[in-house]
């Protein structure tokens, strides 16, 4: 059997699914007219579904104006051209180009040479956007796939504030944005940046339709877990049993069992509809002394 590939998003957002989205094919209906997504994070889910309509939401104003950004090119090249001369311009090391560090750095600092390496043009990349409106978005880009863990991260006043990461833009990087824009221009994406009940009111959705949600996950503990309480867990369920009232069909995943901790709340929930174990690349991603863990998605569908 010939095997698909699967794309990974060019914002390698935090516990992205995209390792998962064999396992969760598997649970997703066969034929979806809109594809509903109201946490999209970077994306790797919708990049690999099909369906005739996408709607994407995330609550992160950055992560949605990166997603439209890199959407808004019809073809990779002009988007390269752009990135690549700003590369240039900070002297970045660049392997794809092959632009590589220097011998004797990668001697020096076997593990962290390409830090080292960017640290510098880093800084200055970062000053740039800070002093500036933040309306450059290509520099946002390239602060997030040179940063620390290529993550996003603002202090108080809005400031962008993580360090160099010990990484460049590779081949990986080409590649993901190569496939994003070309499926992104297929797909055509209505983008949303709003909490997920607004947008999901903002939605004419059918029986036709199927919405795939990854909210954060009350008990596991990522940046944006940080901000999510019980109460939301329960605000998001009972929306859920509304749209089962209306024969929509929705697919959530879910951590319920974490280093010893229980979302007993959201299983008990979920015992009414049908919950699927997936096999998870978290406990890598994380925290790989985790003992205990259980990812789930849950269906209101067979
Ligand atoms: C688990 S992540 C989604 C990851 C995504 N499935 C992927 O593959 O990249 C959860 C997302 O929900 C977003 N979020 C948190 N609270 C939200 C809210 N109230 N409404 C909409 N999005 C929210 C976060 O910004 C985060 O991007």
Redesign the pocket.
């Known amino acids: 059997m010939k095997k698909i590939k699967q794309i990974r ?1 060019p ?1 390698f ?1 935090t ?4 390792k998962l989205i064999p396992e969760l094919k598997k649970y997703f209906p066969d034929k979806i007219d809109k594809f509903v997504e ?8 919708f990049l690999n579904i099909e369906a005739n309509e996408f709607y994407e ?4 104003k950055n ?1 949605i104006s990166i997603h439209k950004y890199l959407s808004s090119f019809a073809n990779s090249e002009d988007l390269l051209n752009i990135l690549l001369s700003k590369i240039d311009e900070y002297e970045f090391s660049c392997s794809y180009k092959g632009k590589t560090v220097p011998d004797e750095l990668r001697k020096k600092y076997v593990k962290t040479y390409f830090a080292k390496y960017n640290n510098e043009s880093y800084k200055q990349l970062k000053e740039k956007y800070n002093n500036s409106d933040r309306t450059d978005i290509a520099d946002l880009y390239l602060l997030l796939i040179y940063g620390f863990n290529r993550m996003l991260r603002f202090n108080q006043k809005g400031e962008f504030n993580l360090p160099v990461g010990n990484v460049d833009f590779n081949q990986n990087v080409f590649d993901s944005l190569t496939d994003y824009i070309k499926l992104t221009n297929k797909k055509n994406p209505h983008w949303s940046n ?3 009940k607004e ?1 999901l009111s903002n939605i004419n959705i059918k029986e036709s339709d199927f919405i795939y949600l ?4 009350l008990i596991t503990s ?1 940046e ?1 877990n940080k ?2 309480s019980q109460n ?1 867990d329960i605000e998001l369920c009972n929306l859920l049993d509304a749209f089962d009232k209306k024969n929509i069909s929705f697919a959530m ?1 879910n951590v319920i069992d974490y280093k010893g901790k229980e979302n007993t709340e959201l299983l008990k929930w979920a015992e009414k509809y049908n919950i699927h174990s997936i096999k998870s690349n978290y406990i890598n991603y994380h925290d790989n002394t985790i003992k205990t863990f259980r990812e789930v998605l849950i269906t209101n569908y067979e």
């Open positions: 998003s914002l957002y516990g992205d699914k995209y109201p946490f999209v994070g970077g994306g790797s889910v939401n995330d609550i992160d992560i709003t909490d997920y947008f990854d909210p954060p996950y990522s944006y901000r999510w939301d995943s």
